[in-house]
């Protein structure tokens, strides 16, 4: 299984506890929002506080937890939004 | 039907312009729904707020929300801006019109689509307390 790197935008708090707008994911080829989640907490500890909050999108749209990701997608990881 | 108009902006909102873009002989109603900065919040004091979009995501979900909104109510126009960056006390964060041949349409359209922005759009506020501490708004979230 070839492992590949995904680019993910953080945003809000997220972008400031790890103190970056872009991180980039180790994850293995095939994987999914789930895993990816997963790869984020053992990769990035500082998001602990936002863990099991944070939602993903891909391609400008929420993603369901068994989407598959590609690395030619545009990911970004956010806590829930407050706007408004 | 209108052409809608979304934006997100990071100039003080002009809610006069944007009820205009709504505006029509063809309607009996316009509803303007605007969020201001508020001082107080369960008795902690806020002196400004800090709001932060995803504004591709942002785009494509205010699409969404305008096109669940026409697929509820016969609406004639609607038109949604919301602000990002540093607002200060009473300073308008979001403005939404609609238009509507009669009221009710109007009314409850521009309820949800408030209410909806607030659950889907890419968005985000950080208080600035009067204490000096900053707290990002993250629904569900316990920051302390």
Redesign the interface.
Known sequence: MTAQQIQV?L???A??LADSDLISVQVGAGTTVARLRQAIAEQYPSLQ??SG?LLI?VD???AGEEQLLTEAQ?V?C??????? | MKTDSISITDQPIDYAVLTEQVRSHECGAVVLFMGTVREMTAGKQTVALDYEAYPEMADQMLQQLIDETRDQWDVHGIAIEHRVGHLTLGEISVAIAVSSAHRKEAFEAGRFLIDRLKEIVPIWKKENWSDGTTEWEHPGIKTE
């Open positions: 935008r945003f809000a708090r972008r400031e506080p936002l909050q999108a400008n749209a929420y545009e970004a956010f806590p829930p939004v407050s706007g408004g």
